[in-house]
């Protein structure tokens, strides 16, 4: 029971940020979108541990604070400097936006965590236990698991009605150009990569940038301002 605490900590720790920037931030500002669907998220992944849903708890709990903490340090980069990432950047630049809905908020959010900082997040563990990708497959296939099944949730509570939402409707067009299953399939692939790459710090130093870019700009799309 002793060493399970030793690693439950800094999960609480996670759970304990992202809650009090719920609490500090506008329920309409698009971080704090996102910043609910994630705690969620992490909230789901805390209680899967809790009831030995996961094979080896300690690779599942430092999976998800590496995580976790690409994204708190990125609120935090905002923050200070005024520019996370790239890959997060269209959501802090287009928070305040009217024209953006809570959906594309949410979901530019996702693409931003899981297009980079999953993969990231991947290289992080596998250096912290001393493994190799293919340790923590299962551990990185739950966790997705639960970011699929919490998306189809966040569709349902996002979406505007079906009398609302037509065919014609821009936003119909924007659901269907990103899909959390394949963005988690090019994590997989680029987190195996980076690994390979990791005794070539340059080359893997370029392919994070490219990544980083790439996800900044799908990001963008989804961050299309729209009719209301």
Do not use: K
Not at 74 to 102: K, M, N, S, T, Y
Not at 144 to 171: F, H, K, N, T, Y
Not at 188 to 210: I, K
Request: aromatic residues 8%; proline residues 6%; hydrophobic residues 45%.
């Amino acid at each position: 029971m002793a060493q399970l605490e030793q690693f439950t900590t800094p999960l609480d720790t996670v759970v304990s940020r992202m809650r009090a920037l719920e609490e500090d931030l506008p329920e309409r500002d698009g971080v704090a979108v996102f910043n609910r669907v994630y705690l969620a998220v992490t909230e789901a992944v805390d209680r899967c541990v809790d009831g030995g849903r996961f094979a080896d708890a300690r690779a599942a709990i430092t999976l998800d604070v590496r995580f976790a903490e690409r994204y708190l340090a990125a609120v935090d980069a905002a923050a200070r400097e005024g520019r996370p990432p790239a890959c997060w950047r269209p959501l802090f630049q287009f928070r305040r936006h009217p024209g953006v809905r809570p959906l594309q908020f949410a979901l530019a959010g996702i693409n931003a965590h899981i297009g980079h900082d999953l993969a990231l997040a991947v290289v992080d563990t596998c250096r912290t236990l001393g493994c190799e990708p293919a340790d923590v497959e299962d551990e990185f296939d739950r966790v997705g698991d639960l970011l699929v099944s919490l998306e189809e949730r966040i569709r349902e509570d996002l979406m505007p009605g079906p009398d609302l939402l037509q065919v014609a409707d821009p936003l119909t067009h924007l659901l269907g150009s990103w899909s959390l299953e394949r963005a988690r399939d090019a994590t997989w692939t680029a987190a195996r990569a980076l690994w390979a790459l990791r005794g070539l710090p340059d080359m893997a130093g370029e392919f994070t940038e490219r990544l980083d870019t790439a996800v900044g700009f799908a990001g963008r799309m989804l961050l299309t301002p729209l009719p209301a």
